[in-house]
């Protein structure tokens, strides 16, 4: 099974913004820890190193578990009235609570 994920223009553009602002910051880290009030929660964060078990995407990484479970999902950044944030579209999400950052499959 081939490994994707999608970014959205929102998302790659704000991804570069931060990265070019602080150069310390060179990959955006997506990671899905258990936890949550659904069982699954994103973690979004900057990293200036790869891992062994990391997968690039152009400046996203992401290791290997967490694209297993969000594989096929597409990131997007909105920027809404209660605050702008880091979304993921997860296909396999079968609930996810108010805030979006919790889920289960």
Known sequence: MK??????????????????????????????????????????????????????????????DSLDIINGSTVDFKKEMIGEAFVINNPKASSSCGCGLSFSI
Not at 3 to 30: H, L, V
Not at 31 to 49: A, E, H, I, L, T
């Open 3 to 64: 490994k994707k994920i999608e970014f959205t223009n929102r998302a790659i553009d704000q991804i570069k913004k931060i990265i070019n602002t602080d150069k310390s910051k060179k990959f955006f880290r997506i990671c899905v820890k258990g936890g949550g009030c659904s069982g699954f929660k994103y973690d979004f964060s900057f990293d200036n190193k790869v891992n062994n078990e990391d997968i690039i995407f152009d400046k996203a990484i992401i290791d290997k």
